[in-house]
């Protein structure tokens, strides 16, 4: 077997690779979650919710080869079990529990969010311990999807009626001092 030498040791790629495989691990539990709502919500939001978690789960898939490749390009394997990816994931299942579609978006964005802190949480590492700023970048490019994925969701839950100036129905309209 040929020696990896691309500027970090053997014990920071693998800090770097326990890292990404916990990535991995909480973008499956992710992907089922998000594939098991896509099938199974159901109301007036069924269509546009069906459309949009086709798209997550898309992208999920993209992010998480990403993963697996960068965990190789580094020298290790991958986990790849639902129960390797149980053992090690910060996210946790609902099994046998179907959620009203606002409960299912909700869950969606608790776990984005918790991928969020712990890929902030994975940058800092790879920067200050490990000195890898390449999964440095890939990590904060992942952060940026999962913001925009939990944006979307947290839109959908919290959005009200704007009028046209931007404002929520029934505030308050102040005139302008000197009008």
């Excluded at 918790?114 to 949480?121: K, P, T």
């Excluded at 952060?143 to 931007?166: D, T, V, Y």
């Amino acid at each position: 077997m040929r020696i990896i030498n691309i500027g970090l040791t053997k014990e920071q790629r693998q800090g770097v690779m326990n890292l990404l495989n916990q990535d991995l691990a909480d973008s499956y539990v992710l992907i089922v979650k998000t594939k098991k709502y896509h099938w199974d919500v159901v109301g007036p939001q069924f269509r546009s919710l069906h459309e949009l978690w086709e798209e997550h789960y898309e992208k999920l898939t993209e992010n998480i080869d990403a993963l697996a490749e960068r965990i190789r390009a580094l020298g290790g394997f991958p986990v790849g079990t639902m129960g390797e990816f149980l053992k090690i994931a910060t996210l946790t299942e609902h099994s046998g529990d179907l959620p009203l579609a606002t409960e299912m978006v909700a869950r969606l964005v608790e776990d984005h969010e918790q991928l969020i802190r712990n890929l902030r949480d994975h940058v800092d590492q790879c920067s200050k311990h490990f000195h890898d700023q390449g999964t440095t970048d890939f990590l904060t490019g992942l952060m940026e999807e999962h913001e925009q994925m939990a944006w979307i969701l947290r839109s959908f839950i919290e959005g009200q009626a704007l009028q046209p100036s931007g404002a929520q129905p029934g505030a308050e309209t102040k005139t302008p001092v000197g009008v």
